[in-house]
C-alpha cells in the first residue's frame, strides 16, 4: 500500500509524532471555539414603576388541611420559597421590541424546594378579573421544573348546580416567565394578550397567591401560603398602560387605580344608573353573621336605589337605600346561601326622575 505523503515525510517512525502534533493543534484550536463560561445568572426583574403591594415578612403558613385557619393544629410556618415579599406588573418591550405584560412576584428566598405536604408543587398566581371573567397567570414548580400557564376560574359542579361547591383553577394555555432563584427572588410571568396582556386593558381586583398543592389545580386539593394583599377586599382593579422610558418624556406608569367613569352631575343623557360598587364585595363566611360590608361609589343623587345580588337566575341577597348620597359609601346588604363565587350585582334607582339600571360582575370571597 503507498503511503500518503503527509506520512511518508515523517516516515513510518513519526506517526506517533505526527498524531501528538496534530492533537496539540486540535486542543488549541478547540479553545478558541469553546464556549465562554457561563457567567452570572440573569437579575431578577425590578419594578419599573413602582410596586403593586408589599406583604409582611414571614406570614407565610404551610396548611395542608386547607382550611385556611392559622389556629389548626397542623398550621405550622411554611418555607421561605412562598413568601411573598411584593408584587409589581411591568408593561415593557420584550427581548423582540414589542410590548409585553409581566406579572411579577417578589419571594423571600426563591427556590425550588418542594415540601412534603406538597406533592403537586408550588404554584405561584397572579389572580384578577378581566371583564366578567375571573382569570389568571400562573408558575407551577412541580419535580420536573417550572411551567408558565394562563386560564380562568371555573365553579364545580358547572351548571346546571345552582352555586359550584369548588373552584378551580382551569388552564386555557401555556405562557412564558422567568424564575430568579436566590433572596429576593422573583417569579415572572408573561400575560398573554388573550389573558388581558395588552394597553388599556383593565383588570379587577389584582390578587397575588402562592399556593401548596396536592396532585394539581384542577383535579387536587389546595392551600394559600401567602397571600397579597392578605384582605382581598383592599384588592386594587389596575389599568395597563407603558413603564416610564428611561429617558426623555416619560409615558403613563405601568399600573394605575381604576376610576368609576361615572357623571359627576346630574344629566338627561344617561343611560345607566351613576353607580359601581367594589369588584370584591367581601366574605361568604362573615355574610352569614353581618352581612357583606363593602364601598360603593354613585356619580349623582340616587333616590329609591335598590341592590340585588344574583347569580344563575336566583337572588342571594337585597338592600335598598332611600337615598344614595354622590361620592363614596360604605354599604351592608344581608346575604342568603352565600358561597364564594362570582355574582351579578343589579343595581336600579331614579337620577333627576328618570329610572335607570347597571349591572356590574362582583366576587364573594370564601
Not at 426563591?110 to 397572579?126: F, Q, R
Request: contains cysteine; charged residues 15%.
Amino acid at each position: 500500500m503507498t503511503m500518503p505523503t503527509f506520512l511518508r515525510a515523517f516516515g513510518p517512525g513519526g506517526r506517533a509524532a505526527l498524531f501528538g502534533l496534530l492533537a496539540a493543534v486540535a486542543a488549541v484550536l478547540a479553545t478558541f471555539a469553546a464556549p465562554a463560561p457561563a457567567g452570572a445568572a440573569d437579575p431578577a426583574p425590578t419594578p419599573c414603576a413602582g410596586t403593586l403591594y408589599t406583604d409582611p415578612a414571614g406570614d407565610q403558613i404551610q396548611d395542608p388541611a386547607g382550611f385556611g385557619d392559622s389556629s389548626f393544629p397542623t398550621v405550622e410556618k411554611g418555607q421561605d420559597n412562598t413568601d411573598i415579599k411584593s408584587v409589581f406588573l411591568n408593561y415593557a418591550p420584550g427581548a423582540d421590541g414589542k410590548q409585553v405584560l409581566t406579572a411579577n412576584l417578589q419571594i423571600a428566598n426563591l427556590t425550588k424546594d418542594i415540601p412534603d405536604v406538597a406533592s403537586g408543587g408550588i404554584y405561584y398566581y397572579l389572580s384578577y378579573n378581566l371583564g366578567d371573567v375571573p382569570s389568571f397567570v400562573s408558575a407551577r414548580l412541580t419535580s420536573s421544573g417550572v411551567t408558565y400557564n394562563y386560564g380562568h376560574l371555573a365553579t364545580l359542579p358547572p351548571d346546571p348546580a345552582p352555586i359550584g361547591l369548588f373552584t378551580a383553577y382551569t388552564v386555557d394555555g401555556q405562557t412564558t416567565g422567568s424564575f430568579t432563584e436566590g433572596p429576593n427572588g422573583v417569579v415572572s410571568i408573561v400575560v398573554p394578550e388573550a389573558a388581558g396582556g395588552k394597553a388599556g386593558e383593565s383588570l379587577g381586583a389584582v390578587v397575588a397567591t402562592v399556593d401548596l398543592v396536592q396532585v394539581d389545580d384542577e383535579k387536587g386539593w389546595q392551600s394559600h401560603a401567602d397571600q397579597a394583599p392578605d384582605d382581598s377586599d383592599t384588592a386594587k382593579d389596575v389599568t395597563v398602560t407603558a413603564c416610564p422610558a428611561t429617558g426623555g418624556d416619560t409615558l403613563p406608569p405601568v399600573v394605575t387605580e381604576v376610576v368609576s367613569a361615572v357623571e359627576t352631575t346630574p344629566a338627561p343623557s344617561l343611560t345607566t344608573l351613576p353607580f359601581k360598587a367594589a369588584s370584591v364585595l367581601g366574605s361568604a363566611k362573615k355574610a352569614r353573621k353581618k352581612g357583606l360590608a363593602f364601598k360603593a361609589t354613585a356619580g349623582s343623587v340616587i333616590s329609591g336605589l335598590v341592590l340585588q345580588l344574583k347569580s344563575h337566575g336566583k337572588t342571594f341577597g337585597t338592600l335598598k337605600v332611600a337615598s344614595l348620597k354622590q361620592g363614596t359609601s360604605t354599604l351592608r346588604m344581608k346575604a342568603r346561601r352565600l358561597k364564594a363565587g362570582s355574582y351579578r350585582l343589579v343595581a336600579s334607582g331614579t337620577v333627576d326622575g328618570q329610572a335607570l339600571t347597571a349591572t356590574q360582575a362582583v366576587r364573594v370571597r370564601r
